[in-house]
């Protein structure tokens, strides 16, 4: 079965910067649209429906990260912020936001074309063995329909958090350094602040753990990395 192009979304107010990837992109064969502001950009999002967003932070309109979650609150849409930001603080509220990747001004469009081809890699088809179904007393995770549910009720996750709870969950028991999670789930040599996992699985755990100053399904290996443990393998 031969996959479509992906659809991807670029949003900048700068004509130069939309323009050149733009075109740089549409020549690796990926269906591109543009829009410079934030009201365009969901008026866009919403016809087009694309897999990836290359989001501006600064936008004349709109704040890129409120229009990430806006975005990821409708579709399980990749999004890569694009900033000119440079301080750390700033990458990490990104990706407490949702973003799937974050690449500073002034970059490389080699460097852009390998940040979005390893993001888009995480759509790949889900073979046979990964398609099950993974339960956990009252935790369900459904890597066919990239949903999650506790109690019954949907837990609504990012793209990557959906990704890495999904990693982690598959081995249970297992731990996992930072180093190992950014090459497995982020698909790619993350070069940056490492702290960016620990982000991820805050976000998780709010959302999942009932306490979660003492988590018990994804457990902090100190000096070490995080697991995964079974609520069944409690005693």
Not at 147 to 157: H, Q, R
Not at 176 to 203: C, K, M, P, S, T
Request: hydrophobic share 40%; glycine share 6%.
């Amino acid at each position: 079965m031969v996959m479509a192009p992906a659809k991807i979304l670029v949003v900048d107010d700068d004509p130069a910067i939309r323009n050149l990837i733009h075109r740089f992109l549409s020549k690796q064969s990926y269906q591109m649209e543009s829009a410079e502001d934030g009201k365009t950009a969901m008026a866009m999002f919403e016809q087009f429906n694309p897999d990836l967003v290359i989001l501006d932070v600064n936008l004349p309109d709109a704040n890129g990260y409120s229009l990430c979650q806006e975005m990821q609150s409708r579709t399980n849409v990749f999004v890569l912020m694009l900033t000119s930001r440079t301080d750390e603080a700033d990458k990490l509220r990104g990706f407490a936001q949702g973003a799937d990747d974050y690449i500073t001004k002034p970059f490389s469009l080699g460097e852009l074309g390998g940040r979005v081809g390893a993001i888009l890699k995480r759509q790949r088809i889900v073979t046979t063995a990964e398609q099950q179904c993974l339960v956990f007393d009252k935790l369900l995770i459904d890597p066919v329909r990239r949903e999650v549910k506790l109690n019954e009720d949907i837990v609504p996750l990012t793209a990557l958090e959906f990704d890495l709870l999904h990693f982690l969950a598959s081995h249970p028991g297992r731990v996992w350094r930072r180093a190992e999670l950014i090459q497995e789930v982020w698909d790619y040599e993350y070069v940056g602040d490492q702290r960016v996992v620990d982000v991820h699985i805050g976000q998780i755990r709010k959302k999942i753990e009932i306490d979660t100053s003492q988590p018990a399904l994804i457990q902090t290996v100190r000096g070490v990395g995080y697991k995964f443990e079974s609520p069944t393998a409690v005693s």
